[in-house]
């Protein structure tokens, strides 16, 4: 071993960091209530959009202030923003609200982003999300899935290689979300295939001065949560604490998070405003592992014969800091932000000492990147044009250490290495109106990006294994949007998206004694894509619907061993399709049920929401794997709500998420996870003006599942352990508070 190697820390140091984190939120959560005591009425210029809890089924009458207004926010602007920048997107884009996100348990991704169209997500514990991807992409990656964009009012949020941890935020501290499909996202300088979503955080102009969120359920489950928001002057302030635990339904599936966020902003003019972002996150979760099939029909409760011996986890403490610049000023926009994050994890996994594998992983990591983008509005060749042009660089620097697992113990080194990733990606886009209802798109995306690996373990019979690589990629695409009428629109789009490999796609430990990582050459994974859609509402009906074929290259898919369950790495398939179809629509079925409209109320109404994602994914002509499906992708998946909700506050209604077909969770197409649906239900009322209920029901008929699965090339004959069981039959509920 060189001598520069970095030590990794001991579990002991991670373990006290862990609790200065938590230190640091009580004193910070009693910083928010001294400043809540000293604000008890909306601020003026306040949106009326308000925190956790006060979202009611139907909006109450609008109230208007008299004074001085500030006018809201310029970094994080009001929902109806996102609907006037909808228009002008050509290709698949989802504004997701919160309105439903309170109806019930308020905890995860999976909990934000349910009825999206086109966004498919398995999760293995109904807590955390192990798996999300658009479009297919990030099908293959475990734990931190690539291939979608995500970010904070545009700040990126991924690695410098593409992964990201998706439980580093609370979702109930934004109050939307924007979904780009596909090549849609290349102007927030997306490297992936799925696309980006935006998230978009609260504010001290829409924030509930004080806010205050209790919940509880099966298997342990609680989460609380307390936020303030206000207004001073020229300052304005947001900050929210949350601490989640669940004790879990299998053995050694504990679980603890602790997160805090704040923004404050400043604004030197009614065109001119700052913002500053603070972002904790402490984890510490418990690994069951996966089971087979045989496994997962007969008692789905049991665990890994090793996972409680070896103690495999995940604990993390994470920290970031972010600032953007905000203009606006008549037909001109520009931003400009940067960001930094660090991220500490110590990760117990398996370990056979006939294979020299990873056993336990120690790391730590930090990212740095900006934001630099403006958009230009002006007449130009007899009509409207909107010129956007951006610049997104991202780099990271990350330092790891794997041990021997010695039951649960830290043994000898097995690898070390460091890890440095860039990516520069510019943006280009003009928008031309021909006439007010028809418009045409030309944009292109440039990127640069660097994978430099250098090992620091050269012991090992495979030799030093360092790398340094770039990939550089030219992506153009264009679009047409035609407006029926003033809510209606028709759209179209061709492009081409370019995702370069991750350090987890490229680098992994070989099998055999005296061995350890190896480092395999990786091509970009790109695709044409043309796509077909429209979206609008009309009378009762609200609608979304894309149809897009893409042909893609060097499809980056993993390499699983399914006799040590570990994930030996990637390659690239030489040819592969996707095509799907991504449909959402709402229906207004009733009106004036029991309840008729008045000059004091809305009308009572019954609400059908339903969704429905095809991925059709299949290699084209593979020596190893000819036309099958890729494994890991669920084919239909359709989701619905039917709400019944009143003008006082209180709804109620059934659920269901159903993957309609089995589907492949290996490459040969030998072993196939089961169909399944869930049934759920919600209810929940305004008892006060201040304080509201909830209970939210999950998986009523008591389904035995798969709810994530770890695709393979091929399963072994005594059974390949890729099936992660969801939980069985749950209840939670919840009360919220908001002055």
């Given at each position: 071993?060189?001598?520069?190697?970095?030590?990794?820390?001991?579990?002991?140091?991670?373990?006290?960091?862990?609790?200065?984190?938590?230190?640091?939120?009580?004193?910070l959560?009693m910083?928010?209530?001294?400043?809540?005591?000293?604000?008890?009425t909306?601020?003026?210029?306040?949106?009326?959009?308000?925190?956790?809890?006060?979202?009611?089924?139907?909006?109450?009458?609008?109230?208007?202030?008299?004074?001085?207004?500030?006018?809201?926010?310029?970094?994080?602007?009001?929902?109806?923003?996102?609907?006037?920048?909808?228009?002008?997107?050509?290709?698949?884009?989802?504004?997701?609200?919160?309105?439903?996100?309170?109806?019930?348990?308020?905890?995860?991704?999976?909990d934000?982003f349910?009825?999206?169209?086109?966004?498919?997500?398995?999760?293995?514990?109904?807590?955390?999300?192990?798996?999300?991807?658009?479009?297919?992409?990030?099908?293959?990656?475990?734990?931190?899935?690539?291939?979608?964009?995500?970010?904070?009012?545009?700040?990126?949020?991924?690695?410098?290689?593409?992964?990201?941890?998706?439980?580093?935020?609370?979702?109930?501290?934004?109050?939307?979300?924007?979904?780009?499909?596909?090549?849609?996202?290349?102007?927030?300088?997306?490297?992936?295939?799925?696309?980006?979503?935006?998230?978009?955080?609260?504010?001290?102009?829409?924030?509930?001065?004080?806010?205050?969120?209790?919940?509880?359920?099966?298997?342990?489950?609680?989460?609380?949560?307390?936020?303030?928001?206000g207004?001073q002057?020229?300052?304005d302030?947001?900050?929210?604490?949350?601490?989640?635990?669940?004790?879990?339904?299998?053995?050694?599936?504990?679980?603890?998070?602790e997160?805090?966020?704040s923004?404050?902003?400043?604004?030197?003019?009614?065109?001119?405003?700052?913002?500053?972002?603070?972002?904790?996150?402490?984890?510490?979760?418990?690994?069951?592992?996966?089971?087979?099939?045989?496994?997962?029909?007969?008692?789905?409760?049991?665990?890994?014969?090793?996972?409680?011996?070896?103690?495999?986890?995940?604990?993390?403490?994470?920290?970031?800091?972010?600032?953007?610049?905000?203009?606006?000023?008549?037909?001109?926009?520009?931003?400009?932000?940067?960001?930094?994050?660090?991220?500490?994890?110590?990760?117990?996994?398996?370990?056979?000492?006939?294979?020299?594998?990873?056993?336990?992983?120690?790391?730590?990591?930090?990212?740095?990147?900006?934001?630099?983008?403006?958009?230009?509005?002006?007449?130009?060749?007899?009509?409207?044009?909107?010129?956007?042009?951006?610049?997104?660089?991202?780099?990271?620097?990350?330092?790891?250490?794997?041990y021997?697992?010695?039951?649960?113990?830290?043994?000898?080194?097995?690898?070390?290495?460091?890890?440095?990733?860039?990516?520069?990606?510019?943006?280009?886009?003009?928008?031309?109106y021909?006439?007010?209802?028809?418009?045409?798109?030309?944009?292109?995306?440039?990127?640069?990006?660097?994978?430099?690996?250098?090992?620091?373990f050269?012991t090992?019979?495979?030799g030093?294994?360092?790398?340094?690589?770039?990939?550089?990629?030219?992506?153009?695409?264009?679009?047409?949007?035609?407006?029926?009428?003033?809510?209606?629109?028709?759209?179209?789009?061709?492009?081409?998206?370019?995702?370069?490999p991750s350090?987890?796609?490229?680098?992994?430990?070989?099998?055999g004694?005296?061995?350890?990582?190896?480092?395999?050459?990786?091509?970009?994974?790109?695709?044409?894509?043309?796509?077909?859609?429209?979206?609008?509402?009309?009378?009762?009906?609200?609608?979304?619907?894309?149809?897009?074929?893409?042909?893609?290259?060097?499809?980056?898919?993993?390499?699983?061993?399914?006799?040590?369950?570990?994930?030996?790495?990637?390659?690239?398939?030489?040819?592969?399709?996707?095509?799907?179809?991504?449909?959402?629509?709402?229906?207004?079925?009733?009106?004036?049920?029991?309840?008729?409209?008045?000059?004091?109320?809305?009308?009572?109404?019954?609400?059908?929401?339903?969704?429905?994602?095809?991925t059709?994914?299949?290699?084209?002509?593979?020596?190893?794997?000819?036309?099958?499906?890729?494994?890991?992708?669920?084919?239909?998946?359709?989701?619905?709500?039917?709400?019944?909700e009143?003008?006082?506050?209180?709804?109620?209604?059934?659920?269901?998420h159903?993957?309609?077909?089995?589907?492949?969770?290996?490459?040969?197409?030998?072993?196939?996870?089961?169909?399944?649906?869930?049934?759920?239900?919600?209810?929940?009322?305004?008892?006060?003006?201040?304080?509201?209920?909830?209970?939210?029901?999950?998986?009523l008929l008591?389904?035995?599942?798969?709810?994530?699965?770890?695709?393979?090339?091929?399963?072994?004959?005594?059974?390949?352990?890729?099936?992660h069981?969801?939980?069985?039959?749950?209840?939670?509920?919840?009360?919220?508070?908001?002055?």
């Amino acid at each position: 071993m060189v001598a520069s190697l970095k030590p990794a820390w001991p579990a002991k140091c991670f373990s006290c960091r862990m609790k200065r984190c938590s230190s640091t939120i009580v004193v910070l959560t009693m910083s928010v209530l001294s400043l809540c005591a000293r604000q008890t009425t909306a601020p003026p210029g306040s949106s009326g959009v308000r925190a956790p809890g006060t979202v009611p089924p139907i909006p109450l009458p609008s109230v208007t202030v008299t004074g001085t207004t500030n006018g809201g926010s310029l970094t994080s602007p009001p929902i109806s923003e996102a609907a006037r920048k909808k228009k002008e997107v050509p290709g698949g884009f989802t504004i997701q609200g919160i309105g439903s996100l309170y109806q019930g348990r308020a905890s995860s991704i999976d909990d934000l982003f349910q009825n999206a169209p086109g966004l498919v997500m398995l999760s293995e514990n109904n807590v955390e999300i192990s798996k999300v991807f658009i479009r297919g992409s990030g099908v293959f990656s475990e734990d931190e899935p690539a291939g979608v964009q995500y970010l904070i009012d545009g700040l990126t949020l991924n690695q410098g290689d593409g992964e990201i941890i998706l439980e580093d935020f609370d979702v109930t501290t934004f109050k939307y979300a924007e979904v780009y499909r596909g090549a849609n996202a290349l102007q927030y300088g997306g490297l992936g295939l799925g696309g980006a979503v935006n998230f978009v955080p609260f504010t001290g102009y829409d924030a509930a001065p004080l806010a205050i969120r209790a919940e509880g359920g099966s298997f342990g489950f609680t989460r609380d949560q307390i936020s303030t928001g206000g207004v001073q002057g020229p300052w304005d302030y947001y900050v929210s604490a949350s601490v989640r635990y669940r004790s879990g339904w299998r053995e050694h599936s504990e679980e603890s998070t602790e997160l805090l966020f704040s923004d404050v902003g400043y604004k030197f003019s009614d065109t001119l405003e700052n913002r500053a972002y603070l972002v904790l996150d402490q984890t510490d979760r418990k690994i069951p592992g996966a089971l087979t099939l045989q496994q997962l029909e007969q008692d789905p409760k049991q665990t890994d014969p090793l996972a409680i011996p070896e103690d495999w986890r995940k604990d993390w403490y994470y920290i970031r800091l972010a600032d953007k610049l905000s203009y606006k000023s008549g037909p001109e926009e520009a931003s400009a932000g940067v960001y930094w994050w660090h991220r500490e994890t110590y990760e117990p996994n398996i370990y056979i000492p006939s294979n020299t594998l990873s056993g336990i992983n120690a790391f730590y990591s930090d990212n740095f990147g900006g934001l630099f983008n403006s958009t230009t509005r002006g007449e130009w060749l007899g009509g409207e044009n909107v010129v956007t042009l951006g610049f997104n660089p991202t780099a990271e620097d990350e330092e790891d250490a794997y041990y021997q697992n010695l039951n649960g113990g830290k043994g000898g080194l097995t690898g070390a290495d460091s890890q440095w990733s860039l990516n520069a990606v510019l943006y280009g886009q003009i928008q031309h109106y021909l006439t007010e209802k028809f418009s045409f798109l030309l944009g292109v995306q440039g990127i640069y990006a660097q994978r430099h690996f250098s090992d620091l373990f050269l012991t090992s019979v495979d030799g030093d294994q360092s790398r340094n690589i770039i990939y550089r990629g030219i992506n153009p695409k264009a679009g047409l949007i035609y407006d029926v009428n003033d809510k209606s629109q028709v759209f179209a789009n061709v492009s081409r998206a370019e995702q370069p490999p991750s350090f987890d796609d490229m680098v992994t430990f070989d099998t055999g004694p005296n061995t350890s990582q190896i480092m395999t050459l990786l091509e970009p994974q790109t695709s044409w894509t043309v796509e077909l859609g429209t979206r609008g509402e009309s009378d009762r009906f609200e609608w979304e619907l894309a149809l897009y074929h893409s042909w893609v290259r060097n499809e980056l898919v993993d390499i699983y061993n399914p006799a040590t369950d570990l994930d030996l790495g990637g390659l690239n398939i030489p040819h592969a399709t996707t095509q799907g179809i991504e449909a959402g629509l709402e229906t207004r079925l009733f009106n004036g049920i029991i309840v008729k409209e008045s000059k004091q109320h809305a009308a009572d109404r019954l609400i059908l929401r339903q969704n429905y994602t095809l991925t059709d994914m299949k290699f084209n002509d593979d020596p190893d794997f000819g036309n099958n499906r890729v494994a890991g992708v669920p084919i239909h998946d359709y989701q619905f709500q039917l709400m019944y909700e009143a003008p006082n506050g209180f709804y109620a209604g059934p659920n269901l998420h159903w993957i309609m077909t089995r589907f492949p969770v290996d490459n040969a197409n030998t072993l196939y996870a089961p169909a399944y649906a869930l049934l759920g239900f919600r209810a929940g009322a305004r008892l006060w003006k201040k304080l509201s209920v909830f209970v939210d029901l999950h998986n009523l008929l008591d389904q035995r599942y798969a709810a994530s699965v770890d695709p393979i090339a091929a399963a072994s004959s005594e059974g390949s352990q890729v099936f992660h069981p969801g939980d069985p039959r749950s209840f939670y509920g919840g009360v919220s508070y908001v002055w």
